[in-house]
């Protein structure tokens, strides 16, 4: 028999007041099982006419003041953030028959944080930052390859490449936050979290 918390769902959703604790001992369960990429996830976003686009994109660092993916201000993703800042973010690990929707109000995170993250990328993504500009129709791939050996001769110290100011990354300040677990006749399991108006998170489960 499985063992249950005290809301009658199955012990992987625990019982923590907050959810980015259960968050993160479900992400490092992803990382066990997950083989490729498990810090993938689709990032919807609307335009300023609330016409909505999503794509995939990495989590890059998580924490309680947000989760946080980099990306070209200049791409389609930016310029919805930029008119509209507010996204949905959906894991979904199939090793694990789980899923977290996270719903919030996105903000560009700081320079140094930036520049942080930036540093520690592999040479060739640092080049790649620099040579593609990201959504704009691209010609052909040798109009590609051309700008990256541009770059390649413009910053060949592997150590030595700026972070262009039209590369950063965005934070998402979750206000909602769903646990999800298939279920048996699809009776799955869910339960969200959400912040109330006092600031603090508040819990409850949601029909399958």
Same mark, same amino acid.
């Given at each position: 028999?499985?063992?249950?918390?005290?809301?009658?769902?199955?012990?992987?959703?625990?019982?923590? #007041?907050?959810?980015?604790?259960?968050?993160?001992?479900?992400?490092?369960? /992803?990382?066990?099982?997950? &083989?490729?990429?498990?810090?993938?996830?689709?990032? /919807?976003?609307?335009?300023?006419?609330? %016409?909505?686009? *999503?794509?995939? *994109?990495?989590?890059?660092?998580?924490?309680? +003041?947000?989760? *946080?993916?980099?990306?070209?201000?200049?791409? %389609?993703?930016?310029?919805?953030?930029? +008119?509209?800042?507010? /996204?949905?973010?959906?894991?979904?690990?199939?090793?694990?028959?789980?899923?977290?929707?996270?719903?919030?109000? &996105?903000?560009? %995170?700081?320079?140094?944080? /930036?520049?942080?993250?930036?540093?520690?990328?592999?040479?060739?993504?640092?080049?790649?930052?620099?040579?593609? #500009?990201?959504?704009?129709?691209?010609? +052909?791939?040798?109009?590609?390859?051309?700008? &990256?050996?541009?770059?390649?001769?413009?910053?060949?110290?592997?150590?030595? *490449?700026?972070?262009?100011?039209?590369?950063?990354?965005?934070?998402?300040?979750?206000? #909602?936050?769903?646990?999800?677990?298939?279920?048996?006749?699809?009776?799955?399991?869910?339960?969200?979290?959400? &912040?109330?108006?006092?600031?603090?998170?508040?819990?409850?489960?949601?029909?399958?």
């Amino acid at each position: 028999m499985n063992q249950k918390n005290s809301l009658d769902l199955d012990i992987c959703f625990m019982d923590l #007041e907050n959810p980015i604790e259960l968050f993160d001992n479900w992400f490092n369960e /992803a990382k066990k099982t997950e &083989i490729n990429d498990p810090n993938t996830l689709a990032l /919807a976003t609307a335009d300023k006419n609330g %016409v909505p686009s *999503v794509r995939m *994109v990495l989590l890059k660092d998580f924490s309680k +003041n947000g989760f *946080v993916f980099y990306t070209n201000l200049n791409s %389609v993703k930016s310029a919805n953030l930029k +008119n509209n800042p507010y /996204a949905s973010m959906c894991f979904h690990w199939k090793s694990l028959l789980r899923q977290i929707r996270i719903n919030g109000k &996105i903000s560009q %995170v700081h320079d140094n944080e /930036a520049d942080e993250y930036f540093t520690s990328r592999p040479y060739g993504s640092k080049i790649g930052a620099w040579a593609s #500009e990201q959504s704009t129709i691209l010609k +052909n791939r040798h109009e590609l390859y051309q700008s &990256i050996e541009k770059f390649k001769k413009k910053y060949p110290d592997k150590n030595s *490449v700026p972070r262009p100011k039209y590369w950063s990354g965005w934070n998402l300040i979750p206000k #909602e936050i769903e646990f999800w677990l298939d279920g048996e006749n699809r009776i799955h399991q869910r339960l969200k979290y959400f &912040i109330n108006k006092e600031g603090k998170w508040e819990r409850f489960l949601l029909s399958p």
